[in-house]
């Protein structure tokens, strides 16, 4: 018997958990590496293997790209019903940064899609010889990910605005587009973390 299809809110929760399973994992790969550059690089923040360093930069620019890319094709979605509970809250439980937070999201996703749709514009054109381990694969594909570095990184930093927002919505009687009822909980936010986005490199 097919499972039957998960109702709004379940499918909400579902995308706020993957959500807040990517603002665990980014900040776990920005922490490894930030303990890397902090041991291969000297007093002037100079790398002492520059290709080294560079390879590395693009193993951490995958790896935060393949952990946001199971949000991307939901995260229209997620701050679309976060702009809906944020006009439906009462002034006084608004936080004032909420606002500016979802219009960095919103920017940094469309940045995101649109280099998507470069990287996939361009492997159409890339002869059947480029594979996945080619040179000439491998290397449009870092470009990709290390122009995508610093709006995933705008996703890790301002992305726990939509898990705020969530809670704070559920104090109030205020409703999901097309349900009929608040949802029952919010998924548990990661833990703060003590990294600054300033420190992204």
Partial sequence: MTAPAPSPNE???RRLQQLATYLRESELILANWDAYSDEHTDESGWPHDQEAYGLRAAV?????????N?????AKDLL??????????DATAIRPH????LAALHHALDRLNALQHEWLETRATLPASAKPGTEAYDDV??????????????????GQALLDIHAAALKTPSRLPGTGA???RAP?????????SAARR
Avoid at 60 to 68: G, S
Avoid at 188 to 196: D, E, G, I, K, V
């Fill in 80 to 89: 679309a019903t976060a702009e809906v509970q944020l006009q439906q809250l």
């Fill in 182 to 184: 608040a949802p029952s």
């Fill in 70 to 74: 199971r949000v991307r094709s939901c």
């Fill in 188 to 196: 548990a936010p990661p833990a703060a973390s003590a990294t600054s």
């Fill in 60 to 68: 951490r620019d995958a790896e935060t790209w393949t952990a946001f």
């Fill in 11 to 13: 499918l909400h929760q």
């Fill in 141 to 158: 594909l870092d470009e990709r990910n290390s122009e995508a570095w610093h709006y995933l990184g705008e996703w890790s930093a301002h």
């Fill in 98 to 101: 909420w606002p500016g937070r």
